[in-house]
């Protein structure tokens, strides 16, 4: 393979792999928090990449307001769908909170095959994203340069609230001992809501991302990024962002890489995060980054 | 002694009872009423085996499709003859050695059975010293790969293509296909019930109350787990190989995880480790799949008539779930079995049953 070829292959892994890594810092966070695998992250992501939609061609607005909207929305829709589906089970069982979980991504979806309708939709691409760079012989299309740009500025505004703010501060309070964090005086449910705010955030600057690359809304689309998200937070260890991130991007690289060296296994791409996870639990358990626990008696 | 006796007699006057409804039922009913029928015996065999992972046990697997697509598969390359395997595998031609296979549909319906196991046992040696979320989504991963496995593997399965044209149940079987479905599902109940009152299924709801306490008191994890999630395989492997001759055609696309939601909300909606209670919940399932058909159809009030909205049944399916979920956490029955004395004298004894349902 030439240098040139595997630089290109290179660019495509890398933008993937931070629109996994979006993604995965959302089901980190909310995991960190609730201890809660949220099944439905993957169908946020949809609702998102819906509302865009929406905005640009029913409300007609120009393509940087109908961002704006799906974030703001979508940020609303995960803080209602934790008020609705996980906040009257919090002092369940575990397995009760995960079953709600599958629960409500399933009625997502149902819900938006009846109201978007089951038939693929083409996304509208302003020029803006659809240019093309030739850098040597590697061709870029300039979305793939926005994409880890964002990624980066998001990922720095995060890294910034969860280490430099009082909330933040209370986050990883909450993370740490919900119960101590409560007696010290932290209105749990106001972070837990704004965990989820900013999780359903990323997921529609993801979906918002993934849909300028990817041009093509169904309303399953969640499903597979958002379980190989999960994997990929899985991977780098749940409950740090670093850890997403990091895992975010093996598994982008990854995916693309196996396509790029062993093209007879394109069939087996998406079964190769699988595999990623399997190998990654037997050996660290606790993923790339996470810290070990210990079960007390 | 006396009163054990009596029961076991009630028990069998019940079976036979039920036997008799199903040769009527198979006379009677048309086809679309007793494929429903039969899905709900399937249901149950699939819905037990996945109770004994989850409810009994209580590890969380979420691998049922995988086990159901290994069982599914084996039986329709055993019982396929071979012009119709000819005919299937237009593209790439089977592998010699299952070219010229035709097996009767019991046996292959064991093999289906011990095949899933057999790769139950195999998934289930590294990815049981996991805990629950990690299990749950490790579980999640291998049905996938399997399925992923089964698309690209043209030779043995027809990759995405499927199989279509499995013996089905009204013209190959020796007999109607309501006693296999239900027949299995019987057998796995009463399967179901011995070990769950045996040492094993002691040993087994110990883990699930308290693995450490249980590991202390000398039941061995591993050996026990094991047990649980090989069992669990097999039933979902028989469940499976059912499924695909009663639908007749059969595809990866078939054994998506919504496969394995589906068998999950019949084990918590029965009540999470509860043999009744999911029996119970796949009757139910089933038969409010079918009423709910009515939503995507056009409805005619009388004074006003409503288009059909197609995919609404599943909104409300996937509503009223929710709400189970949320607001009857232990399922219709709880950890609660039958019994006999709620016939003999119900006031008391269920009143009891449904304060004490336990989550």
């Known amino acids: 393979m030439s240098i040139q070829t595997f630089m290109q292959h290179m660019v495509n892994g890398i933008s993937l792999g931070s629109l996994y890594a979006l993604l995965a810092i959302g089901y980190t966070m909310v995991y960190g928090i609730l201890r809660l695998i949220n099944f439905a992250h993957g169908d946020i992501f949809m609702i998102g990449t819906y509302i865009a939609f929406y905005g640009m061609t029913a409300f007609l607005l120009p393509w940087w307001a109908a961002f704006i909207l799906a974030l703001v929305l979508t940020a609303a829709f995960g803080i209602a769908l934790e008020r609705l589906a996980y906040r009257p089970l919090r002092r369940s069982p575990r397995i009760s909170i995960m079953i709600s979980a599958i629960g409500a991504s399933f009625l997502i979806e149902n819900l938006a095959i009846v109201l978007f309708g089951g038939r693929p939709k083409a996304f509208p691409i302003a020029p803006v994203f659809a240019k093309i760079f030739k850098f040597g012989g590697v061709s870029v299309v300039s979305i793939q340069l926005i994409i880890p740009v964002v990624t980066l500025i998001f990922l720095a505004i995060l890294v910034y609230i969860v280490n430099h703010t009082k909330t933040g501060m209370a986050m990883r309070a909450v993370s740490k001992d919900y119960e101590a964090a409560r007696l010290m005086g932290i209105d749990v449910d106001i972070i837990i809501t704004f965990t989820f705010g900013m999780g359903s955030l990323l997921a529609a600057v993801g979906g918002v991302l993934w849909v300028l690359k990817y041009p093509q809304l169904t309303p399953l689309m969640g499903m597979m990024p958002g379980l190989k998200c999960f994997i990929a937070a899985v991977v780098g260890g749940i409950g740090s962002i670093k850890g997403a991130v990091v895992g975010g991007f093996i598994l982008g690289l990854g995916e693309i890489m196996i396509v790029a060296l062993l093209p007879s296994l394109t069939g087996f791409r998406d079964a190769f995060a699988f595999v990623l996870l399997i190998v990654i639990l037997l050996v660290k358990p606790s993923g790339l980054m996470g810290k070990t626990t210990t079960e007390k008696v | ?359």
């Not at chain 2, 690209?152 to 296909?177: D, E, I, M």
């Not at chain 2, 001759?245 to 999470?272: A, C, E, K, Q, S």
């Open chain 2, 1 to 359: 002694m006396k009163k054990n006796k009596k029961k076991n007699i009630m028990t069998l006057i019940a079976l036979l009872l039920f036997i008799g409804f199903l040769a009527i039922a198979d006379r009677i009913f048309d086809s679309y009423q007793m494929r429903i029928i039969n899905l709900a015996g399937i249901y149950v065999t699939l819905g037990l085996g996945l109770n004994l992972i989850n409810g009994f046990t209580g590890l969380f697997s979420l691998g049922h499709a995988g086990f159901m697509a290994v069982g599914a598969y084996t039986s329709a390359i055993l019982t396929m003859s071979p012009e119709l395997k000819e005919m299937n595998f237009f593209l790439k031609p089977i592998m010699p050695f299952l070219a010229n296979v035709e097996w009767p549909f019991f046996p292959a319906l064991i093999m289906a059975g011990l095949m899933a196991a057999i790769v139950g046992a195999l998934i289930g040696a590294p990815v049981l010293r996991l805990n629950d979320d990690y299990l749950a989504i490790a579980t999640l991963g291998f049905a996938e790969i399997i399925r992923v496995i089964f698309t690209n593997t043209q030779t043995l399965t027809n990759g995405a293509l499927g199989l279509k044209g499995l013996p089905s149940f009204n013209n190959s079987f020796p007999y109607s296909f309501v006693y296999w479905s239900w027949g299995t599902a019987v057998v796995m109940i009463i399967g179901m019930v011995l070990l769950i009152k045996s040492s094993y299924g002691r040993a087994f709801k110990a883990i699930r109350e308290n693995e450490i306490a249980a590991e202390a008191m000398g039941i061995s994890l591993f050996k026990h787990k094991m047990m649980a999630f090989v069992i669990g395989s097999f039933m979902a492997g028989m469940g499976g190989a059912l499924l695909g001759h009663l639908v007749g055609t059969i595809d990866p696309l078939m054994f998506r995880f919504l496969m394995t939601f589906n068998i999950v909300l019949i084990v918590v909606l029965g009540g999470i480790g509860s043999i009744t209670g999911t029996v119970i919940g796949a009757v139910v399932v089933t038969v409010m799949l079918e009423v709910l058909r009515v939503l995507d159809g056009a409805m005619d009030f009388g004074f006003i008539q409503i288009q059909g909205i197609p995919g609404l049944r599943m909104v409300v399916f996937s509503a009223l779930l929710m709400i189970v979920i949320i607001f009857y956490q232990r399922g219709l029955m709880g950890t609660n079995e039958f019994r006999w004395e709620w016939v003999t004298s119900p006031k008391k004894t269920l009143t009891n049953a449904w304060n004490n349902r336990k989550a």
